[in-house]
């Protein structure tokens, strides 16, 4: 997977972003932040998109939201570059898992691309290794930010790497 | 030298059984003597305090004969270095404090293998020894017999500490790397560490990572010219992790240990995912200490951080160091 940010440039008036979004959509591609770039706004108003998506439908998708007649200003294809694991000890599942690994994901420059997890018995702590993949190393810290805070409102213990590799 | 005990726990009593080898210690120390040793209930104090007869007293009786107390020896008995080796408090720093203060006062000299009074108050205790012209000497504190405060102001002079990751107390380290190799509980491995005299009874104090902080927070202030306090520190123990950790970290390369880190922006005690091929995966009460610097690039120590002859070593590593840097002693 890679995540994509796109400028597009569309007109002031209704309906213009769904000729960017369903796109997308049929790209399978899962949009993380939608900006509206009003600060620069000529007749048309610059929109920045991040979207997760299949690296082999990048190309597509930038041809098909052309053809729907919208200027794509530019777009820069940003894999994960830097990864790392992050290991999780705690009530994990019935604090809601996907709340939890959804902090990573959310911040549309990190996701946790794999996770394994042991629960030895109902009620016990189980434990968790998670891989967090960012576009850089100060992202990937920020995302392990994001998911040691929400961690620590759960009150799931995070044990971080001692080097961000 | 005429040299003053304070303290004749695990710490104190290793440093009598050194100091009793006289042909040796005299070829770093010149000519010495012990002119009183003290604990918290008793004294003995002469000219030259027979270390034998301490020693035996206190096997006997666990304690040292009625006498004078520490304060009433630091004002009626003329020393050149106080040794304040009694148990280390670091919410009060005290009765350590309360000693080093006054034989820093009254222009003695002071090496330290107590905690508390560094944790609670370095910077008053060093500007206090840099108006008096004496030193106050700590290498104990941190690490045991491992070189890493006069290794990092001495032999590291000029370089700038950019980080150091170390893993400080042995006690965690072998529960750690037992639940690695073995695959048992927490509880059962403590149980385990208590029986063999490696865990105290109550284990608080090692295994929630307090010991670790105040020994980060001496090396942030004394090492690293910050000026930080113990509550500054992020702690976390080791006593949440579960057996199964070590396995799902292994798929990923990696175990877990518990590591003190102070550098610009962390000042945290926590259990760490430590790739198998990082020197700081000791094993066993190793303690270990990876230094990240400027010039020199990274340096690693490794060695014993507790017990009793293993400390004596750093406390008379001070005591040579007084002396070598002091003209009248």
Request: negative net charge.
């Amino acid at each position: 997977m890679a995540i994509v940010t796109l400028v597009v440039e569309l007109k002031d008036k209704p309906g213009q972003l769904a000729k960017v979004i369903e796109p997308v959509s049929k790209h399978r591609g899962n949009i993380l932040s939608i900006i509206h770039q009003r600060e620069k706004k000529t007749d048309r108003v610059p929109v920045e998109i991040s979207i997760e998506i299949d690296e082999k439908n990048v190309q597509k998708l930038v041809e098909s939201i052309r053809a729907q007649g919208v200027v794509v200003k530019s777009y820069n294809e940003v894999r994960l570059t830097a990864t790392t694991s992050v290991m999780l000890i705690g009530h994990i599942i019935h604090t809601d898992l996907a709340n939890t690994i959804d902090a990573v994901d959310r911040t549309g420059f990190a996701e946790v691309v794999e996770m394994h997890i042991s629960m030895p018995c109902l009620d016990k702590p189980s434990t968790a290794m998670v891989t967090i993949s960012a576009t850089g190393e100060e992202e990937l810290k920020k995302a392990i930010g994001s998911l040691k805070n929400i961690c620590k409102k759960k009150g799931i213990a995070v044990i971080e790497p001692l080097e961000v590799e | 030298m005429k040299i003053a005990i304070f303290g004749f726990g695990a710490v104190g009593r290793g440093v009598a059984k050194v100091l009793m080898d006289r042909e040796r210690m005299s070829r770093v120390l010149g000519d010495y003597s012990v002119v009183a040793v003290a604990d918290s209930r008793g004294s003995m104090v002469s000219d030259s305090v027979d270390l034998r007869k301490a020693l035996e007293f206190k096997e006997k009786t666990g304690r040292l004969p009625e006498g004078m107390s520490v304060e009433e020896i630091i004002e009626n008995v003329d020393f050149d270095v106080a040794l304040e080796l009694t148990p280390t408090n670091i919410e009060t720093g005290e009765p350590g404090l309360t000693h080093i203060k006054k034989c820093l006062e009254k222009g003695a000299h002071v090496v330290t293998s107590n905690k508390g009074p560094l944790v609670v108050a370095y910077r008053e205790l060093e500007r206090l020894a840099r108006k008096k012209g004496v030193r106050l000497m700590f290498e104990a504190t941190v690490g045991g017999a491992m070189p890493v405060i006069k290794l990092i102001r001495r032999n590291l002079a000029g370089n700038r500490i950019e980080s150091i990751k170390g893993i400080l107390n042995g006690t965690c380290n072998y529960i750690l790397s037992r639940m690695e190799r073995e695959k048992l509980s927490y509880r059962q491995i403590l149980a385990e560490a208590k029986e063999l005299g490696i865990a105290e009874a109550n284990e608080s104090y090692d295994v929630e990572g307090i010991d670790s902080a105040a020994k980060l927070v001496i090396l942030a202030n004394a090492v690293m010219g910050m000026d930080v306090k113990f509550e500054d520190v992020e702690v976390n123990g080791i006593t949440e992790i579960t057996p199964e950790a070590f396995e799902i970290a292994l798929e990923k390369g990696y175990t877990i240990r518990l590591i003190a880190e102070v550098s610009e922006s962390e000042l945290k005690v926590g259990p760490r995912l430590v790739s198998l091929n990082n020197p700081l995966c000791v094993h066993g009460t190793l303690n270990a200490m990876l230094i990240q610097t400027d010039l020199a690039g990274e340096v690693f120590v490794i060695g014993r951080g507790a017990g009793s002859v293993e400390t004596a070593s750093a406390v008379i590593s001070d005591l040579a160091d007084i002396r070598a840097c002091s003209d009248d002693l």
